[in-house]
């Protein structure tokens, strides 16, 4: 994508599809981002036939022939944006060979940070505003690399992401959480799993039982407050669940080499 400048070309919108909904363009223009946040259906392009499923994400070509239908008890609801990329700022269209790959659709399991970018593209192109052009290209550009990141990424097992995504889910609870004594059966509910389970999860892929990950979350939230603000050793300690200053102290040296009220001091000296 270095050295291609990608703008807005032709319709773009969100679209829960009508009961009798059926798609047949004539030949494409142009590139359509094409999008299933719901639904089940079929796509057919250039008379390769695949499953829509939610997360699907097309990257149609231009000249590509398509045929799309929907399960009639599971209609559609899809996001799509039409491009076209230019070679650079001299916005000279590139049609041949194709900058886009070959490849049409990817499923997206990440659609917790996939999503979002989707329908903010999408918002931008129904509503752009002049001087927008440039947001556009890097929002796009984005968005084509972590589909390019899940294309890498399709034959690795589900379960691996599966994990990766628990724990991200179970670390930003305990960030939530800091300020309270955490109670890990509760913790782990919200992730809909045991806390022996999840404690197990985690040492097994990070090394740290969820015990061991509260702590480390705590003192790099210590070390922040201690360094960033104005808050005494004895305001952090109550601020992160300790119940005493001296626990609180004992864990930050083993952690850091040196004493909370060294901290500050620290962060001094190394900024000199």
Sequence with gaps: MEGRFFSLSGTSGKARC???????????????????????????INRVLYDIRPGDCFILH??????????????????????????GHAKIEETSPSPMPEDRCVRIRDTYRMEPLLHQLV??????????????????????????????KRHEPARHYYVDRLIQQVHNEIRFRLSETIDYEV??????????????LM????????????????MERAVHLLTETAMTVTEVAEALAYSDIYT????????????????RTNRSDAQK
Excluded at 21 to 35: G, I, R
């Design 62 to 87: 231009p000249g590509d022939e398509i045929r799309a239908s929907q399960h009639p008890d599971d209609p559609l609801t899809v996001l799509y944006c039409h491009f076209r990329v230019s070679n």
């Design 18 to 44: 009508e009961p009798n909904w059926s798609w047949q363009p004539a030949p494409l223009p142009d590139y359509d981002l094409w999008y299933a946040v719901k639904g089940k259906g079929e796509m057919r």
């Design 187 to 200: 913790l782990a509910a919200s992730a809909g799993l045991t806390s022996r389970y999840v404690s197990f």
């Design 123 to 152: 918002d931008m192109a129904t509503n752009q505003k002049s001087g927008e052009e440039a947001e556009f290209d890097l929002l796009l550009k984005l968005i084509l690399t972590r589909w390019h990141r899940e294309k890498d």
């Design 248 to 263: 609180f102290s004992k864990l930050f040296k083993r952690y850091y080499g040196y004493a909370p009220s060294e901290a």
């Design 203 to 218: 040492k097994r892929h990070t090394g740290l039982t969820l015990k061991e990950t509260i702590s480390k979350l705590r």
